[in-house]
């Protein structure tokens, strides 16, 4: 009896760990939408310019992939676009319930604007150009990953970082990393590149200030002490 043996090359299972991974990053903001919803933190909280940049972001990749036939980034494209635009739809009846008409407008016309960039750069039908566009976007998303280490090392509190998030995005940068050498596409290499350094960079930082969280705790106690004294 002979074994069936299924080959895949790289450029068929790193994008389909991707997808998995990036699904699971997708769902990142439901604790958030949960917390407004029950009225147990501001609706400030909400990650506004992380979901318009995400869908961005994803719509550009959707075409890019549709241009270049590759159908397996292309299907965790449109379940990126899907989960972010239900979020987006909460997020726009959550401000539009709570008489925030200003804010509603404004993320309304940025969605709107998107669209019209996006509609462009597929009616151009150049792949080197929505490509390029894609990689801008996706590079700023990692801004905030950026920031969030400079005030994790600020405040010095672990709990800034999801630490469980965090892991995923190093697997998800990491698997689309690799895709993007092994189909030696820059625009792929550059964010992915940045996302993971950034995800490296936050579990560090994580690691080093949850094993000297009680040492800063000791500090502030001494410190207390001192001045009673």
């Given at each position: 009896m002979h074994l069936i043996k299924i080959k895949m090359d790289p450029a068929t299972y790193f994008p389909?760990?991707?997808?998995?991974?990036?699904?699971?990053?997708?769902?990142?903001?439901?604790?958030?939408?949960?917390?407004?919803?029950?009225?147990?933190?501001?609706?400030?909280?909400?990650?506004?310019?992380?979901?318009?940049c995400q869908l961005m972001n994803r719509l550009l990749w959707c075409s890019v992939w549709i241009l270049t036939k590759r159908w397996i980034p292309f299907i965790n494209a449109i379940?990126?676009?899907?989960?972010t635009t239900v979020f987006l739809i909460l997020y726009l009846y959550l401000y539009y319930h709570r008489m925030c008409f200003q804010t509603f407008t404004k993320s309304f016309l940025l969605l709107c604007f998107e669209c019209l960039i996006v509609g462009g750069a597929v009616f151009y039908n150049n792949e080197k150009v929505v490509s390029t566009l894609a990689m801008i976007f996706n590079v700023a998303m990692y801004i905030a990953p950026g920031q969030k280490i400079i005030r994790v090392i600020k405040e010095k509190n672990y709990k800034l970082i999801p630490i469980r998030s965090t892991i995923v995005s190093i697997l998800c940068s990491g698997?689309?990393?690799m895709y993007g050498i092994t189909i030696n596409l820059f625009a792929q290499i550059l964010p992915n590149a940045l996302g993971l350094f950034f995800s490296i960079l936050n579990t560090m930082a994580w690691g080093y200030f949850y094993v000297n969280r009680d040492k800063g705790k000791e500090e502030e106690t001494f410190a207390v002490i001192h001045n009673t004294d």
């Open positions: 389909i760990l991707g997808t998995i991974f990036s699904v699971c990053l997708s769902f990142s903001p439901t604790v958030p939408f949960i917390q407004v919803f029950q009225r147990k933190e501001k609706i400030e909280i909400l990650p506004e310019g992380m979901l318009l379940t990126g676009i899907f989960i698997s689309w990393l």
